[in-house]
Protein backbone atom coordinates (compact mmCIF):
# COMPACT_ATOMS: atom_id res chain seq x y z
CA UNK A 1 0.00 0.00 0.00
CA UNK A 2 1.65 3.16 -1.13
CA UNK A 3 -0.07 5.87 1.38
CA UNK A 4 -1.10 5.66 4.80
CA UNK A 5 -4.37 7.57 6.44
CA UNK A 6 -3.59 11.39 7.61
CA UNK A 7 -6.21 11.11 9.97
CA UNK A 8 -7.20 6.97 9.82
CA UNK A 9 -11.06 6.36 9.17
CA UNK A 10 -11.67 10.31 8.84
CA UNK A 11 -11.79 10.52 5.33
CA UNK A 12 -10.90 14.36 5.21
CA UNK A 13 -9.99 15.79 2.10
CA UNK A 14 -6.34 17.64 2.42
CA UNK A 15 -7.20 21.35 2.79
CA UNK A 16 -3.62 22.66 2.63
CA UNK A 17 -2.54 20.83 -0.49
CA UNK A 18 -6.46 21.94 -2.23
CA UNK A 19 -5.37 25.92 -1.20
CA UNK A 20 -1.64 25.82 -2.53
CA UNK A 21 -2.88 24.46 -5.67
CA UNK A 22 -5.90 26.33 -6.08
CA UNK A 23 -3.06 29.36 -5.75
CA UNK A 24 -0.85 27.97 -8.36
CA UNK A 25 -3.72 27.45 -10.86
CA UNK A 26 -2.37 24.07 -11.02
CA UNK A 27 -4.65 21.12 -11.95
CA UNK A 28 -3.70 17.73 -10.20
CA UNK A 29 -2.23 16.14 -13.48
CA UNK A 30 0.09 19.30 -13.05
CA UNK A 31 1.29 18.29 -9.85
CA UNK A 32 1.79 15.06 -10.94
CA UNK A 33 4.09 16.30 -14.12
CA UNK A 34 6.25 18.31 -11.47
CA UNK A 35 6.79 15.69 -9.02
CA UNK A 36 7.46 12.91 -12.25
CA UNK A 37 10.15 15.54 -13.19
CA UNK A 38 11.85 14.22 -9.78
CA UNK A 39 11.29 10.57 -9.30
CA UNK A 40 10.83 9.13 -13.12
CA UNK A 41 7.91 8.26 -15.08
CA UNK A 42 5.25 6.01 -13.88
CA UNK A 43 6.04 6.97 -9.97
CA UNK A 44 2.29 8.29 -9.46
CA UNK A 45 -0.49 8.95 -11.48
CA UNK A 46 -3.56 11.29 -11.58
CA UNK A 47 -5.77 9.16 -9.15
CA UNK A 48 -3.09 9.30 -6.32
CA UNK A 49 -2.67 12.50 -5.99
CA UNK A 50 -6.65 12.48 -6.17
CA UNK A 51 -6.56 10.58 -2.63
CA UNK A 52 -4.22 12.71 -1.31
CA UNK A 53 -6.60 16.00 -1.51
CA UNK A 54 -9.98 14.24 -1.16
CA UNK A 55 -9.02 11.57 1.21
CA UNK A 56 -6.26 12.80 2.96
CA UNK A 57 -3.85 10.26 2.14
CA UNK A 58 -0.24 10.88 3.30
CA UNK A 59 2.12 9.21 1.05
CA UNK A 60 5.15 7.08 1.74
CA UNK A 61 8.64 8.53 1.77
CA UNK A 62 10.30 10.19 0.49
CA UNK A 63 7.15 11.82 -1.46
CA UNK A 64 5.69 14.01 1.37
CA UNK A 65 9.31 15.83 1.21
CA UNK A 66 8.87 16.14 -2.99
CA UNK A 67 5.96 17.25 -2.60
CA UNK A 68 6.56 20.03 -0.17
CA UNK A 69 9.83 20.89 -2.30
CA UNK A 70 7.42 21.21 -5.41
CA UNK A 71 5.24 23.53 -3.72
CA UNK A 72 7.76 25.63 -2.51
CA UNK A 73 9.67 25.97 -5.50
CA UNK A 74 6.39 27.44 -7.09
CA UNK A 75 5.17 29.83 -4.65
CA UNK A 76 8.35 31.42 -3.99
CA UNK A 77 7.66 30.76 -0.16
CA UNK A 78 8.99 28.11 2.10
CA UNK A 79 6.30 25.09 2.64
CA UNK A 80 7.37 22.61 4.89
CA UNK A 81 6.42 18.59 5.16
CA UNK A 82 4.52 19.53 8.43
CA UNK A 83 2.40 22.36 6.76
CA UNK A 84 1.01 19.75 4.19
CA UNK A 85 0.78 16.58 6.03
CA UNK A 86 0.83 17.44 9.34
CA UNK A 87 1.96 15.22 12.09
CA UNK A 88 1.15 12.26 9.87
CA UNK A 89 4.78 12.32 8.11
CA UNK A 90 8.13 13.68 8.63
CA UNK A 91 11.25 15.19 6.23
CA UNK A 92 13.42 13.04 4.24
CA UNK A 93 16.66 12.21 5.27
CA UNK A 94 17.94 11.31 2.20
CA UNK A 95 15.82 14.07 -0.30
CA UNK A 96 16.87 17.44 0.44
CA UNK A 97 16.98 20.68 -1.29
CA UNK A 98 20.09 21.52 -3.26
CA UNK A 99 20.43 24.69 -1.20
CA UNK A 100 20.20 22.76 2.15
CA UNK A 101 22.90 24.47 4.56
CA UNK A 102 23.87 26.75 1.99
CA UNK A 103 24.52 30.02 3.42
CA UNK A 104 27.35 31.43 1.56
CA UNK A 105 29.13 32.32 4.43
CA UNK A 106 32.25 34.15 4.06
CA UNK A 107 34.67 32.58 6.76
CA UNK A 108 36.60 29.36 6.34
CA UNK A 109 34.97 27.31 8.89
CA UNK A 110 31.54 27.49 6.39
CA UNK A 111 34.53 25.95 3.81
CA UNK A 112 34.86 23.08 6.48
CA UNK A 113 31.68 22.57 7.39
CA UNK A 114 30.75 22.10 3.03
CA UNK A 115 33.84 19.09 3.38
CA UNK A 116 32.45 17.29 5.85
CA UNK A 117 28.95 17.53 5.05
CA UNK A 118 29.82 15.78 1.32
CA UNK A 119 31.83 13.44 3.72
CA UNK A 120 29.29 12.17 5.81
CA UNK A 121 26.81 11.49 3.17
CA UNK A 122 29.32 9.83 0.71
CA UNK A 123 28.67 6.04 0.20
CA UNK A 124 30.67 3.35 0.71
CA UNK A 125 32.03 2.95 -2.19
CA UNK A 126 32.93 6.70 -2.50
CA UNK A 127 32.18 7.53 -5.73
CA UNK A 128 28.55 8.78 -5.22
CA UNK A 129 26.67 10.53 -2.48
CA UNK A 130 23.91 8.80 -0.61
CA UNK A 131 21.57 11.99 -0.83
CA UNK A 132 19.18 12.66 -3.70
CA UNK A 133 19.35 16.40 -4.15
CA UNK A 134 16.18 18.59 -5.72
CA UNK A 135 16.99 21.29 -7.89
CA UNK A 136 15.80 25.02 -6.73
CA UNK A 137 14.53 27.82 -8.30
CA UNK A 138 13.51 31.52 -8.06
CA UNK A 139 15.54 33.32 -4.64
CA UNK A 140 16.43 29.99 -3.49
CA UNK A 141 19.10 29.76 -6.71
CA UNK A 142 19.38 33.41 -7.28
CA UNK A 143 20.29 34.36 -3.64
CA UNK A 144 23.28 32.54 -3.06
CA UNK A 145 24.97 34.30 -6.52
CA UNK A 146 24.07 37.83 -4.94
CA UNK A 147 25.16 36.72 -1.85
CA UNK A 148 28.40 35.44 -3.54
CA UNK A 149 28.92 38.89 -5.47
CA UNK A 150 28.31 41.03 -2.59
CA UNK A 151 30.86 38.75 -0.43
CA UNK A 152 33.50 39.49 -2.48
CA UNK A 153 33.37 43.13 -1.97
CA UNK A 154 34.28 42.78 1.45
CA UNK A 155 36.89 42.80 2.89
CA UNK A 156 37.01 39.89 5.47
CA UNK A 157 40.14 38.65 7.71
CA UNK A 158 41.08 34.96 7.20
CA UNK A 159 41.81 32.96 10.40
CA UNK A 160 42.60 29.57 9.56
CA UNK A 161 41.81 26.94 12.22
CA UNK A 162 44.67 25.10 13.41
CA UNK A 163 44.77 21.64 12.36
CA UNK A 164 43.36 19.30 14.21
CA UNK A 165 44.31 15.88 12.67
CA UNK A 166 45.36 12.94 14.66
CA UNK A 167 48.97 12.36 14.97
CA UNK A 168 49.90 10.22 12.19
CA UNK A 169 47.89 11.68 9.86
CA UNK A 170 48.75 11.99 6.29
CA UNK A 171 50.11 15.68 5.57
CA UNK A 172 48.84 17.06 2.00
CA UNK A 173 52.01 18.48 0.23
CA UNK A 174 52.52 20.74 -2.52
CA UNK A 175 53.77 17.71 -5.09
CA UNK A 176 50.43 15.58 -4.20
CA UNK A 177 47.91 18.56 -5.38
CA UNK A 178 50.30 19.12 -8.51
CA UNK A 179 49.12 15.50 -9.15
CA UNK A 180 45.39 16.40 -8.37
CA UNK A 181 45.61 19.25 -10.68
CA UNK A 182 46.85 17.31 -13.14
CA UNK A 183 43.89 14.42 -12.93
CA UNK A 184 41.19 17.36 -12.88
CA UNK A 185 42.61 19.14 -16.12
CA UNK A 186 41.97 15.31 -17.38
CA UNK A 187 38.36 15.26 -16.65
CA UNK A 188 37.52 18.15 -17.83
CA UNK A 189 39.33 17.44 -21.26
CA UNK A 190 37.18 13.86 -20.28
CA UNK A 191 33.65 16.57 -20.53
CA UNK A 192 35.08 17.95 -23.33
CA UNK A 193 34.73 14.77 -25.44
CA UNK A 194 32.11 12.96 -24.18
CA UNK A 195 30.30 14.87 -21.41
CA UNK A 196 28.37 13.48 -18.14
CA UNK A 197 27.17 10.72 -17.60
CA UNK A 198 26.66 7.88 -14.81
CA UNK A 199 30.05 6.73 -15.09
CA UNK A 200 31.81 9.79 -15.71
CA UNK A 201 30.41 11.47 -12.40
CA UNK A 202 30.89 8.82 -10.56
CA UNK A 203 34.38 8.94 -11.60
CA UNK A 204 34.88 12.59 -10.78
CA UNK A 205 33.03 12.00 -7.35
CA UNK A 206 35.28 9.54 -6.25
CA UNK A 207 38.23 12.26 -6.98
CA UNK A 208 35.73 15.12 -5.35
CA UNK A 209 35.52 13.31 -1.82
CA UNK A 210 39.25 12.65 -1.75
CA UNK A 211 40.07 16.39 -1.79
CA UNK A 212 36.96 16.99 0.47
CA UNK A 213 38.98 14.91 3.01
CA UNK A 214 41.73 16.70 3.13
CA UNK A 215 40.40 19.84 3.03
CA UNK A 216 38.55 18.57 6.05
CA UNK A 217 41.66 17.17 8.00
CA UNK A 218 43.11 20.54 7.31
CA UNK A 219 46.49 19.02 7.67
CA UNK A 220 49.26 20.62 4.84
CA UNK A 221 52.86 21.13 4.38
CA UNK A 222 51.82 25.02 4.16
CA UNK A 223 49.39 27.78 3.40
CA UNK A 224 49.61 28.10 -0.01
CA UNK A 225 49.10 24.13 -0.57
CA UNK A 226 46.16 24.66 1.06
CA UNK A 227 44.65 27.21 -1.14
CA UNK A 228 46.25 25.34 -4.18
CA UNK A 229 43.69 22.63 -3.29
CA UNK A 230 40.89 24.95 -2.46
CA UNK A 231 40.95 26.54 -5.89
CA UNK A 232 41.32 22.34 -7.08
CA UNK A 233 38.17 21.24 -5.28
CA UNK A 234 36.72 24.77 -6.79
CA UNK A 235 37.25 24.18 -10.22
CA UNK A 236 36.11 20.05 -9.78
CA UNK A 237 32.98 21.63 -8.58
CA UNK A 238 32.69 23.58 -11.45
CA UNK A 239 33.37 20.73 -13.74
CA UNK A 240 31.14 18.25 -11.71
CA UNK A 241 28.60 20.48 -11.58
CA UNK A 242 28.46 21.12 -15.86
CA UNK A 243 28.72 17.36 -16.03
CA UNK A 244 26.17 16.82 -14.00
CA UNK A 245 24.00 19.38 -15.60
CA UNK A 246 24.86 18.15 -19.05
CA UNK A 247 24.00 14.66 -17.49
CA UNK A 248 20.25 15.61 -16.09
CA UNK A 249 20.83 15.44 -12.34
CA UNK A 250 20.24 18.90 -12.03
CA UNK A 251 19.58 18.98 -8.37
CA UNK A 252 23.75 17.45 -8.15
CA UNK A 253 24.81 19.66 -9.95
CA UNK A 254 23.34 22.90 -8.43
CA UNK A 255 24.74 21.45 -5.23
CA UNK A 256 27.89 20.58 -6.75
CA UNK A 257 27.72 24.93 -8.17
CA UNK A 258 27.17 26.47 -4.49
CA UNK A 259 29.79 24.29 -3.28
CA UNK A 260 32.29 26.29 -5.68
CA UNK A 261 31.15 29.33 -5.44
CA UNK A 262 31.39 29.18 -1.24
CA UNK A 263 35.21 27.59 -1.85
CA UNK A 264 35.83 30.23 -4.77
CA UNK A 265 34.44 33.41 -2.42
CA UNK A 266 36.60 32.31 0.08
CA UNK A 267 39.92 32.09 -1.78
CA UNK A 268 38.05 35.40 -3.89
CA UNK A 269 38.37 33.77 -7.15
CA UNK A 270 36.25 36.45 -8.40
CA UNK A 271 37.15 34.25 -11.98
CA UNK A 272 36.20 31.26 -11.18
CA UNK A 273 33.10 32.11 -9.56
CA UNK A 274 31.61 34.09 -12.30
CA UNK A 275 32.56 31.03 -14.34
CA UNK A 276 30.33 28.96 -12.09
CA UNK A 277 27.74 31.37 -12.66
CA UNK A 278 27.59 31.12 -16.56
CA UNK A 279 27.15 27.44 -15.86
CA UNK A 280 24.05 28.20 -13.21
CA UNK A 281 22.47 30.63 -16.02
CA UNK A 282 22.82 27.79 -18.59
CA UNK A 283 21.37 25.11 -16.55
CA UNK A 284 18.67 28.02 -15.60
CA UNK A 285 17.87 28.45 -19.55
CA UNK A 286 17.80 24.46 -20.12
CA UNK A 287 15.69 23.94 -16.94
CA UNK A 288 12.51 26.72 -18.57
CA UNK A 289 13.60 29.34 -16.16
CA UNK A 290 15.39 32.52 -18.03
CA UNK A 291 14.17 35.01 -15.51
CA UNK A 292 16.32 33.37 -12.96
CA UNK A 293 18.87 32.46 -15.67
CA UNK A 294 19.32 36.31 -16.40
CA UNK A 295 19.39 37.19 -12.59
CA UNK A 296 22.33 34.68 -12.38
CA UNK A 297 24.36 35.97 -15.50
CA UNK A 298 23.54 39.51 -14.47
CA UNK A 299 25.38 38.29 -11.09
CA UNK A 300 28.02 36.74 -13.29
CA UNK A 301 28.68 39.98 -15.07
CA UNK A 302 28.76 41.51 -11.86
CA UNK A 303 31.44 39.10 -10.47
CA UNK A 304 33.47 39.41 -13.98
CA UNK A 305 34.34 43.13 -13.30
CA UNK A 306 37.82 43.67 -13.64
CA UNK A 307 38.93 40.25 -14.80
CA UNK A 308 40.13 38.81 -17.61
CA UNK A 309 38.45 39.42 -21.69
CA UNK A 310 37.95 35.92 -21.59
CA UNK A 311 35.63 35.34 -18.69
CA UNK A 312 33.75 38.54 -19.05
CA UNK A 313 33.32 37.10 -22.88
CA UNK A 314 31.92 33.87 -21.03
CA UNK A 315 29.18 35.36 -19.37
CA UNK A 316 28.29 37.81 -21.46
CA UNK A 317 27.42 35.12 -24.35
CA UNK A 318 25.45 33.18 -21.24
CA UNK A 319 23.28 36.66 -21.00
CA UNK A 320 22.80 36.54 -24.14
CA UNK A 321 21.07 32.86 -24.61
CA UNK A 322 19.11 33.97 -21.47
CA UNK A 323 17.67 37.08 -22.96
CA UNK A 324 16.85 34.70 -26.03
CA UNK A 325 15.37 32.69 -24.12
CA UNK A 326 13.20 35.32 -22.70
CA UNK A 327 12.80 36.25 -26.31
CA UNK A 328 13.99 39.96 -26.05
CA UNK A 329 15.68 40.27 -29.64
CA UNK A 330 17.24 43.86 -29.38
CA UNK A 331 19.10 42.78 -25.37
CA UNK A 332 20.10 39.43 -26.97
CA UNK A 333 22.10 41.00 -30.23
CA UNK A 334 23.55 43.37 -27.72
CA UNK A 335 24.96 40.89 -25.60
CA UNK A 336 26.32 39.01 -28.56
CA UNK A 337 28.04 42.11 -29.76
CA UNK A 338 29.28 42.88 -26.66
CA UNK A 339 30.75 39.20 -26.33
CA UNK A 340 32.43 39.58 -29.76
CA UNK A 341 33.81 43.02 -28.65
CA UNK A 342 35.68 41.26 -25.79
CA UNK A 343 36.80 37.92 -28.10
CA UNK A 344 38.33 40.66 -30.78
CA UNK A 345 40.01 42.22 -28.09
CA UNK A 346 44.41 40.95 -28.93
CA UNK A 347 45.13 40.75 -25.25
CA UNK A 348 42.41 38.30 -25.10
CA UNK A 349 43.98 34.84 -26.04
CA UNK A 350 47.19 35.76 -24.23
CA UNK A 351 44.98 36.21 -20.90
CA UNK A 352 42.64 33.67 -20.72
CA UNK A 353 43.06 31.40 -17.89
CA UNK A 354 44.29 28.22 -18.43
CA UNK A 355 40.90 26.47 -18.04
CA UNK A 356 39.31 28.90 -20.31
CA UNK A 357 41.60 27.62 -23.59
CA UNK A 358 38.84 26.55 -25.15
CA UNK A 359 37.48 30.76 -25.10
CA UNK A 360 38.39 31.49 -28.79
CA UNK A 361 36.57 33.15 -31.65
CA UNK A 362 35.54 29.85 -32.94
CA UNK A 363 33.60 28.88 -30.03
CA UNK A 364 32.17 32.01 -29.59
CA UNK A 365 30.53 32.22 -32.94
CA UNK A 366 29.05 28.34 -32.14
CA UNK A 367 28.06 30.34 -29.07
CA UNK A 368 26.27 33.13 -30.32
CA UNK A 369 24.41 30.36 -33.17
CA UNK A 370 22.93 28.78 -30.74
CA UNK A 371 21.95 31.95 -28.59
CA UNK A 372 20.26 32.97 -31.87
CA UNK A 373 18.26 29.64 -32.65
CA UNK A 374 16.88 29.76 -28.63
CA UNK A 375 15.68 33.68 -29.62
CA UNK A 376 14.19 31.61 -33.15
CA UNK A 377 12.15 29.06 -31.01
CA UNK A 378 10.68 32.48 -29.19
CA UNK A 379 10.28 34.99 -32.18
CA UNK A 380 7.41 33.22 -34.94
CA UNK A 381 8.27 36.26 -37.53
CA UNK A 382 11.96 36.08 -37.41
CA UNK A 383 12.26 32.37 -37.51
CA UNK A 384 13.61 32.29 -41.06
CA UNK A 385 16.19 35.32 -40.54
CA UNK A 386 17.47 34.31 -37.02
CA UNK A 387 17.99 30.83 -38.19
CA UNK A 388 19.85 31.90 -41.08
CA UNK A 389 22.36 33.66 -39.12
CA UNK A 390 22.89 30.73 -36.83
CA UNK A 391 23.41 28.55 -40.24
CA UNK A 392 26.32 30.88 -40.76
CA UNK A 393 27.82 31.15 -37.54
CA UNK A 394 27.52 27.25 -36.80
CA UNK A 395 27.91 25.31 -40.23
CA UNK A 396 31.70 26.26 -40.58
CA UNK A 397 32.31 24.19 -37.33
CA UNK A 398 30.65 21.24 -38.14
CA UNK A 399 33.42 19.53 -40.20
CA UNK A 400 36.30 21.44 -39.00
CA UNK A 401 38.84 20.50 -36.57
CA UNK A 402 36.28 21.99 -33.44
CA UNK A 403 34.82 18.70 -34.37
CA UNK A 404 36.98 16.37 -33.32
CA UNK A 405 37.92 18.43 -30.18
CA UNK A 406 34.46 19.25 -28.96
CA UNK A 407 32.35 16.23 -30.13
CA UNK A 408 29.10 17.21 -27.57
CA UNK A 409 29.23 20.55 -28.93
CA UNK A 410 28.75 19.78 -32.33
CA UNK A 411 26.57 17.36 -31.31
CA UNK A 412 24.17 19.64 -29.51
CA UNK A 413 24.37 22.82 -31.71
CA UNK A 414 24.05 20.62 -34.57
CA UNK A 415 21.11 19.03 -33.27
CA UNK A 416 19.74 22.37 -33.05
CA UNK A 417 20.81 23.57 -36.05
CA UNK A 418 19.20 20.56 -37.46
CA UNK A 419 15.78 21.53 -35.23
CA UNK A 420 15.63 25.02 -37.02
CA UNK A 421 15.64 24.15 -39.95
CA UNK A 422 12.35 22.54 -39.08
CA UNK A 423 10.88 25.33 -37.88
CA UNK A 424 11.10 27.17 -40.93
CA UNK A 425 9.92 23.99 -42.95
CA UNK A 426 13.03 23.06 -44.68
CA UNK A 427 12.96 18.88 -43.61
CA UNK A 428 15.79 18.28 -46.12
CA UNK A 429 18.13 20.52 -44.92
CA UNK A 430 17.09 19.22 -41.27
CA UNK A 431 17.33 15.82 -42.20
CA UNK A 432 20.95 16.32 -43.93
CA UNK A 433 22.59 18.16 -41.11
CA UNK A 434 21.33 15.54 -38.76
CA UNK A 435 23.01 12.77 -40.92
CA UNK A 436 25.94 14.32 -40.42
CA UNK A 437 25.91 13.92 -36.80
CA UNK A 438 25.32 10.07 -36.33
CA UNK A 439 29.11 8.82 -36.41
CA UNK A 440 29.40 11.07 -33.33
CA UNK A 441 26.67 9.83 -31.19
CA UNK A 442 28.36 6.72 -29.85
CA UNK A 443 30.91 8.57 -28.41
CA UNK A 444 29.65 11.11 -27.08
CA UNK A 445 27.50 10.49 -23.40
CA UNK A 446 25.44 13.82 -22.90
CA UNK A 447 21.98 13.08 -21.91
CA UNK A 448 21.11 16.96 -22.97
CA UNK A 449 23.00 16.05 -26.47
CA UNK A 450 21.10 13.28 -26.85
CA UNK A 451 17.79 14.76 -25.47
CA UNK A 452 17.99 17.14 -28.10
CA UNK A 453 18.86 14.76 -30.57
CA UNK A 454 15.21 12.95 -29.34
CA UNK A 455 13.31 15.51 -29.91
CA UNK A 456 14.72 16.37 -33.08
CA UNK A 457 13.46 12.73 -34.03
CA UNK A 458 10.20 13.57 -32.61
CA UNK A 459 9.80 16.27 -34.56
CA UNK A 460 10.45 15.31 -37.78
CA UNK A 461 7.93 12.26 -37.28
CA UNK A 462 5.28 14.68 -36.71
CA UNK A 463 6.03 16.22 -40.19
CA UNK A 464 2.64 15.17 -42.34
CA UNK A 465 3.82 12.41 -44.92
CA UNK A 466 7.77 12.63 -43.77
CA UNK A 467 8.10 9.24 -43.53
CA UNK A 468 6.68 8.41 -46.49
CA UNK A 469 10.14 9.98 -48.15
CA UNK A 470 12.56 7.47 -48.80
CA UNK A 471 15.48 9.79 -47.42
CA UNK A 472 13.57 10.65 -44.32
CA UNK A 473 12.59 7.12 -43.07
CA UNK A 474 16.52 5.93 -43.71
CA UNK A 475 17.38 8.66 -41.57
CA UNK A 476 14.82 8.46 -38.71
CA UNK A 477 15.40 4.57 -38.43
CA UNK A 478 19.20 5.33 -38.36
CA UNK A 479 19.18 7.99 -35.70
CA UNK A 480 16.51 5.51 -33.50
CA UNK A 481 19.21 2.69 -33.65
CA UNK A 482 22.13 5.13 -32.80
CA UNK A 483 19.98 6.94 -30.10
CA UNK A 484 18.88 3.23 -28.47
CA UNK A 485 23.00 1.83 -28.75
CA UNK A 486 23.53 4.87 -26.96
CA UNK A 487 21.66 3.85 -24.30
CA UNK A 488 21.78 7.59 -22.56
Known amino acids: ?117 WNIHTGKARNADCRKFMAVSRAKLTIPAWSFVKNLATEIPVELPVSTSLNGSMKVTSSMVSVLESTIKEIEILD ?33 TRQRLLTAWAQLCRIGGFMAFDAGCHGYAQRLFHTGLQVAQNTGDRQLGAHILVHLSQQAVYRGYPKDAIQLAEA ?48 MLGTRPPYLYWVNSEMMETNNGHSLLTLAQKSPSNTQRLVDEAEKLLTPHMTSGFRREFSRQVLLRGSWLARGYLWCGELEQAVKTGATLLDLIPSVRSHQAITVLRRLGSEIAQCRGAQRVPYVAEFSENLQRSLAAAAV
Request: aromatic fraction near 8%; hydrophobic fraction near 40%; charge should be neutral.
Open 1 to 117: MADKQRNAGSGLHNQVLTEVLKELRWRQSRLVSEITAYMGPGYISRSTVSEWVRKGRVPRDPLPTVVAHVLSNATGRKITVADVWGNASKESSLWVSADHSVNMSPDYQSVLALAED
Open 300 to 347: GMQAAKGTSLAVRALITWEYARAQAAMGNVYACHDAIEKARSFVGDPS
Open 192 to 224: DHEGGDSNNLRFLHSVFIVIAGYIKSNNFTDDR
